[in-house]
């Protein structure tokens, strides 16, 4: 009894803090934290751990209970969603990780020659550009100026 309740109470808090963790946008801790913190409640259902009263039981009484109790089921049951949350978090961690290798080769070639309304900047930055425009026609290589709203066109569409 005393295993049952220190077990339940240390998966709680476990899962409470992957609460909040998944409420921080964290999803990947989240489910490592809530992976990890199945494994006591699971242990304690499955008879595999016990804390306090006797040592141990028989061999031949655990099995029995494996066989007839369906709460021992439940426990190995429990196991199972935690290992498959922590390798469906390490699938994910692998899958952010080549997407960002992937993506991350492919958008400076279009990024760092964007002009400010390419990227959203809205009026302010046309009338910057507009203003540079004009006092880059007064200034020395302003020719680079009057096109970089074409380019940066021209680059936000792929061509």
């Known amino acids: 009894m005393f295993t049952t309740t220190v077990c339940a109470a240390l998966s709680a808090a476990g899962l409470a803090i992957a609460l909040l963790t ?3 946008r964290r999803f990947r801790r989240a489910t490592k934290i809530a ?6 409640v699971g242990l ?3 008879g595999l751990v016990k804390l306090g009263g ?3 039981k028989a061999t031949g009484d655990w099995a029995t209970d494996l066989v007839l109790k369906p709460s021992v ?3 190995f049951g429990v196991l ?3 290992v498959v949350l922590w390798v469906a978090q390490r699938f994910a961690g692998e899958r952010a990780k080549r997407k960002a290798g992937g993506g991350a080769a492919a958008a400076p ?3 760092p020659a964007a002009s400010q309304p390419a990227l959203g900047a809205g009026r302010a930055g046309k009338s910057r550009g507009s203003a540079s425009a004009t006092t880059g026609r007064r200034g020395a290589g302003s020719g680079d100026e009057d096109f970089s709203d074409i380019e940066a066109i021209l680059k936000k569409h792929g061509i």
């Not at 992976?35 to 006591?40: G, I, N």
């Open 22 to 24: 998944a409420y921080r």
């Open 44 to 46: 304690a259902m499955a």
């Open 73 to 75: 089921w439940g426990g």
């Open 35 to 40: 992976a990890l913190s199945l494994v006591p």
């Open 54 to 56: 006797k040592v141990g």
């Open 109 to 111: 070639a279009a990024a």
């Open 80 to 82: 199972a969603v935690a």
